[in-house]
């Protein structure tokens, strides 16, 4: 099976610019997640949806942070304007439906903000 | 508040050596516990999880992991380490009453020298 799919692998960009991730899950799974991973950390949840509708965004910094599923598919993450502390790897998951199941992980998008 | 700590930011063993990646977690309710590996610019790859059952649970590349409930712990093991094994470990809780939302540690960087 295809795994989960994402573009840019990276992108370079100047504070204040704009930029958009795309993430393609693993076909049929319902929950998707984008996660913010900086240097040295572990993955910090941005937004969690499952199949179109938004579950959790409570991290989501909204003012510049935007996130879509609008066929409850494919994701695009956007920010705009970036600052420095953007600068990051950004990582989508994927679930299927049922709670003993694990994420599955694309290579993420490595993000840098100049 | 669901947490996972991982106290140690870098284990050196020797290949051959058995090795041990520590991780405790707080959660409400029962625990679904998961081990992942991230190799340099890659996402994160699935080892293994603990959703209920033995204590002891295998996964990937002779990975194992040992639950305990007293002391809300799930460390990471393998009998003889590979240099191939060098990369960074994160452990994960999932909240199964709050958005089924995925808790991460701050990861533990392996190093396995030959």
């Known amino acids: 099976e295809a795994g989960v799919a994402q573009s840019p692998r990276y992108k370079i960009i100047e504070k204040r610019q704009s930029v958009a991730f795309w993430c393609n899950p693993i076909?049929?799974?319902?929950?998707l997640y984008w996660y913010q991973q900086i240097l040295g950390q572990g993955p910090k949840l941005l937004i969690q949806?499952?199949?179109?509708?938004?579950?959790?965004d409570s991290q989501l910094p909204k003012d510049r942070f935007s996130a879509e599923r609008l066929k409850g598919v494919d994701s695009t993450l956007k920010i705009q304007p970036a600052k420095l502390e953007d600068s990051a790897v950004y990582l989508c998951?994927?679930?299927?439906?049922?709670?003993?199941?694990?994420?599955?992980f694309g290579p993420g998008t490595r993000l840098t903000v100049l | 508040a669901q947490s996972v700590a991982q106290p140690e930011d870098q284990v050196n063993v020797a290949e051959g050596n058995p090795l041990t990646v520590k991780c405790t977690y707080s959660?409400?309710?029962?625990?679904?516990l998961f081990w992942y590996v991230q190799y340099p610019n890659r996402g994160l790859q699935f080892l293994l999880k603990?959703?209920?059952?033995?204590?002891l649970v295998k996964g990937s590349y002779g990975f194992e992991a040992e639950f305990n409930k007293s002391q809300t712990s799930f460390h990471l093991k393998k009998p003889s380490a590979l240099v191939s094994d060098s990369a960074l470990y994160f452990c994960?809780?999932?909240?199964?009453?709050?958005?089924?939302?995925?808790?991460f540690g701050s990861g533990t960087k392996l190093n396995v020298k030959p």
């Open positions: 076909s049929g799974h319902a929950t």
């Open positions: 959660v409400s309710g029962n625990p679904y």
């Open positions: 603990y959703i209920t059952g033995d204590n």
């Open positions: 949806f499952q199949n179109n509708g938004v579950v959790d």
């Open positions: 994960a809780v999932r909240d199964i009453i709050n958005f089924n939302k995925f808790y």
């Open positions: 998951a994927s679930t299927p439906t049922g709670l003993s199941n694990e994420q599955f």
